[in-house]
């Protein structure tokens, strides 16, 4: 298929270069239609992605371009109000009908066996409101998406899916693992399988798991977790089934990350050749869901190839899942300087090496030895190259990797020291997730230590990093994922100390989503760490609600540690533990 042909194209030097999957006829038209309600409506409560999720009432795109061509406008682009909006009602269904509500069929209000270690009793029927929300996040796309996927922005799936929340009305990668953590907490089993044969259909379709389940979203991927999906799924419920219809697209997933522009090789001070990979978007254009803020922003560049390769840069950003944050910039104060496709990513290369053991003990579970001795070895490969390339003595920290400027699309680039970015963020504490490095008990401890004094653990979470730059993947927000693998990497590794900070971590964040929940009745997507219950900000939308992984993280959190029933959570306060059951 066209995907698959675009990816065998090398990186190209300039103007964006590289692969560019192509977009769609209602997607070009949909990004008329979200510039033209900017000009409209004005930007107040203005979000570009509402209009590029309307999909169309008339079967006939070509008509309901008519139509709007014909609307009366004024110079600057702008339609009347009450002639844009009537448009809109008439033309369009709204956004997110083409997902309708379906209940999870294993959902019950209080499962067997549910979070046996929490009995306190407030925090008990906090945690059953919790569970509880998976109703309000599931549902499937409509007939109408299976037999007209022309008239939608929203893809076909197999199965229902459960999904973040708010402006988020979709299927989306990386989310979906902390989803199935805690739909694994609830006991929903089969909902969770459900998550992955929608992620496994996707990689059927186009070779990889897209960003999401959008149109929009079939130019880049997200951080790869479907592997560690279907281990965590197996571990609990040993599905063999799921896990032989698993490997053949965990395979292929590989691939597309370990081949073509995702590809780097590193040699080092004794001349071995190290591979690793990184993001790069398959798009130079502005992101259809907001086409209009990405414009803005290349305004200031000069020429069309410096905006071709800034929009490769932010469609690449996405792909990392943390859109936005000063990581990805050469100069933190100027937007403009983002260079995703020229850093080697810590947790990308962490999250491949667990995709490596992951497929080699899954291989193994159905026989296939020969599979699961090859990704032994390329585990072990990847653990080296980890080592060599990413890790910092001195700061006890795997630091993000740069390419040198210019040179992104070589094949093959020497180490330099100073190339790797000394910044501190949560994504340096990342492969400690991973078995290969939280069993070593020196390398714990001494990670630990580095944890402790880097300034990130704050009042209420782990901070993104210590840049205030405004941008949403960074200080002060504090996100469900990064404290979730930060905290369980420190569970795994078995040490006490590990254990004690790991829960003193996990407590701070279920007292601050806690909290959060109570003044003002939702699960936020990411929160303030600097002070209890404030949900965060920044980046370039309103803060969201739902919400997939905070609800998933909290579970998983109060299933690992639980909640003794004489300690109130309100008064939890800066290092409180847990008294172990």
């Not at 065998?8 to 103007?15: D, I, K, V």
């Not at 937007?335 to 020229?342: E, G, H, Q």
């Not at 739902?546 to 003794?564: C, D, K, T, Y």
């Given at each position: 298929m066209t995907v698959?042909?675009?990816?065998?194209?090398?990186?190209?030097?300039?103007?964006?270069?590289?692969?560019?999957?192509?977009?769609?006829?209602?997607?070009?038209?949909?990004?008329?239609?979200?510039e033209t309600a900017l000009d409209t409506f004005g930007e107040k409560n203005y979000d570009p992605k509402l209009y590029i999720d309307f999909s169309l009432k008339s079967n006939n795109l070509s008509a309901t371009i008519e139509a709007f061509d014909k609307l009366p406008r004024s110079e600057n682009g702008s339609v009347p109000v009450p002639d844009l909006q009537e448009f809109i009602e008439n033309w369009f269904e709204g956004a997110g009908d083409d997902l309708v509500y379906a209940e999870p069929e294993d959902f019950v209000p209080e499962p067997e066996g549910f979070l046996p270690k929490v009995v306190n009793p407030e925090v008990r029927a906090w945690a059953l409101e919790v569970h509880s929300l998976w109703k309000n996040l599931s549902g499937k796309v409509s007939g109408s998406v299976l037999d007209r996927p022309d008239l939608h922005t929203l893809l076909p799936l197999p199965e229902p899916v459960v999904i973040p929340g708010s402006r988020f009305r979709e299927l989306y990668y990386w989310d979906s693992y902390w989803v199935i953590r805690g739909l694994l907490a609830s006991k929903m089993y089969e909902t969770a399988k459900s998550m992955v044969t929608n992620l496994i259909s996707l990689i059927e379709t186009y070779g990889y798991v897209l960003n999401g389940a959008r149109a929009y979203y079939t130019n880049r991927s997200q951080p790869p977790l479907l592997s560690a999906m279907v281990q965590a799924i197996y571990n609990r419920t040993g599905d063999l089934e799921l896990v032989k219809n698993a490997l053949p697209a965990l395979l292929k997933e590989y691939q597309f990350w370990n081949s073509g522009i995702h590809k780097v090789t590193i040699e080092d001070g004794e001349a071995n050749n190290h591979i690793l990979s990184r993001y790069y978007a398959m798009w130079n254009k502005p992101r259809?869901?907001?086409?209009?803020?990405?414009?803005?922003?290349?305004?200031?560049?000069?020429?069309?190839?410096?905006?071709?390769?800034?929009?490769?840069?932010?469609?690449?950003?996405?792909?990392?899942?943390?859109?936005?944050?000063?990581?990805?910039?050469?100069?933190?104060?100027?937007?403009?300087?983002?260079?995703?496709?020229?850093?080697?990513?810590?947790?990308?290369?962490?999250?491949?090496?667990?995709?490596?053991?992951?497929?080699?003990?899954?291989a193994k579970v159905v026989g296939d030895n020969a599979t699961s001795e090859r990704f032994l070895e390329a585990s072990r490969a990847r653990k080296q190259a980890i080592n060599s390339v990413f890790w910092n003595e001195e700061k006890g920290q795997w630091l993000d990797y740069w390419i040198n400027n210019g040179t992104a699309c070589e094949e093959s680039h020497t180490w330099e020291a100073g190339n790797q970015n000394h910044n501190v963020y949560a994504s340096n504490y990342v492969p400690l997730w991973i078995d290969l490095f939280n069993s070593d008990t020196s390398l714990v401890e001494k990670v630990r230590q580095s944890l402790e004094s880097s300034g990130l653990v704050c009042t209420a979470g782990i901070a993104t990093s210590m840049i205030n730059s405004g941008q949403q993947w960074d200080f002060p927000n504090g996100w469900a994922p990064l404290q979730h693998m930060i905290v369980e990497g420190l569970v795994r590794s078995g040490s006490q100390e590990a254990r004690s900070m790991a829960q003193d971590i996990a407590v701070r964040w279920i007292k601050t989503n806690y909290v959060a929940y109570k003044e003002t009745g939702e699960m936020h997507e990411k929160y303030d760490v600097e002070k209890w219950g404030a949900f965060g900000g920044g980046g370039l939308y309103k803060p969201q609600t739902?919400?997939?992984?905070?609800?998933?993280?909290?579970?998983?959190?109060?299933?690992?540690?639980?909640?003794?029933?004489?300690?109130?959570?309100?008064?939890?306060?800066?290092?409180?533990?847990?008294?172990?059951?």
């Open positions: 698959t042909r675009a990816l065998q194209q090398p990186c190209s030097g300039g103007g964006g270069g590289g692969p560019v999957v192509p977009t769609t006829p209602l997607l070009t038209f949909l990004e008329r239609v979200q259809p869901e907001a086409s209009v803020k990405d414009k803005a922003r290349a305004s200031k560049l000069s020429s069309d190839s410096e905006k071709e390769q800034f929009y490769r840069e932010l469609a690449s950003c996405a792909e990392t899942g943390w859109d936005f944050s000063s990581r990805w910039m050469r100069n933190i104060s100027d937007f403009t300087t983002l260079s995703t496709t020229s850093i080697l990513p810590v947790d990308l290369n962490a999250f491949l090496l667990g995709m490596e053991l992951d497929i080699a003990f899954l739902g919400f997939g992984w905070s609800n998933g993280v909290i579970l998983a959190f109060l299933e690992e540690f639980g909640w003794p029933q004489d300690l109130k959570i309100d008064s939890v306060s800066y290092g409180t533990q847990i008294d172990e059951f």
